[in-house]
């Protein structure tokens, strides 16, 4: 039920990533920057949930490059553009792009560079790409993976409080021992009592939720 | 402002002169100097730039055996400007005859050599960039190749062999 509820609430839909892309292309031709700093969050935040296939990940790069073309920020869209051009370097350019020259020089200067790579001696797949080749381009923040590791942090975290929960319950139950050897009466040994059940139920409840966690990280 | 009118139409007269010269060399075949021509008007004088010129880099390129780089010149191309068939035409040559690759090795063998020029360089610049780096990412023509004594057939278009996508 708790993993259910987990699910769910971390739950997106794989095609809100063409449709943001979509509509952040749609913006650019409109000159719409708001519209497209919208649709770049919301494509950004629809890779938690889908790996890009490389024509997905060259138009999202190309979105930045948008962005940054629309803030006439240079250096960020060529950037922007060689990134793009890693992921599929022969992507069609929108009809958009000629209305923006000092852009499509952008774009025109970042494939006359060219994407240099260094071999990586595993064969991770980057992008939905399986190759040991590393692009010098800047990375995209995968909030997928982001939110991975995070989950996992947060279950480890969890279980570590629960250990230090369930070490609290076993001391107060070492002391409600030592009252009971001591002759304590029942009603002076009731505080260690409680303690000791409060913290054993207070440990199972953390650890549960850290587990859960942890599954969800390793499931998602 | 009188000097910087002056800048401009200096300036204007530079890529004017770039280009007369780029058309002299694209005319004789000096790919060479077409390439370094064609460099110096991206960097400096943008607007002198037509679809003639990107066309012509592109020839300068496959020329060199840089196919991709020749693809991408033509897709420079203004969807409104001049000589559209004979780069839409161009394009779709290469998308027919090539593939796009990204190969990490120390040694390609194609099974059997391309007959036409550019595409029997593009052959050999892959050869030498896998000896020198160890990888080529870029076009190649479709057929078998042997990486590493591994065998790998190269599909025609402009997207990425199956096996490296997931």
Redesign the interface.
Known sequence: MLLLLLNNALACDPSDLVRAEKRGEEAFAQNDIDAVTQASKDAAKALRCT?P???QLARLHRLSAYHAGLERDWATAEESWRASLAA???L??E?AL?AN?RL??A???A??T??Q?S?SSSRQ?IA??????IPNTKPLKSSKQGQKRTLRSAGVGLLAAAGGLYGGAWAARVEYDRQGRDGEKAADRRLMYNVTNSLSIASAGVATLGGALLVVSIAR | MMLLCLFAWGADAEGERLTDEFTRYAKDRKWTAVERTY?RL??GH??S?SNLIHHSASQAARQRGDL??A???L??C???GLALDTIADELENLRTQTG?V?F?GAELKPASMPFAPDLRQAVLQAQKQITEQ??Y??LLPVGTYKLDGTQVDIDAG???HD????
Do not use: C, N
């Open positions: 790996t296939t490389p024509e599929h370097p022969l069609p350019p009809k000629w020259p499509h020089l774009w025109a200067r494939q006359e060219g994407v790579y071999v797949p939905g790409i399986r190759t040991p080749l | 460099r991206i960097a943008p607007d730039l991709l780089i693809a991408q010149r897709l420079r203004d969807p409104s796009m990204m990490v160890g990888y990412v870029g402009f997207r990425w096996a490296w996508v997931e």
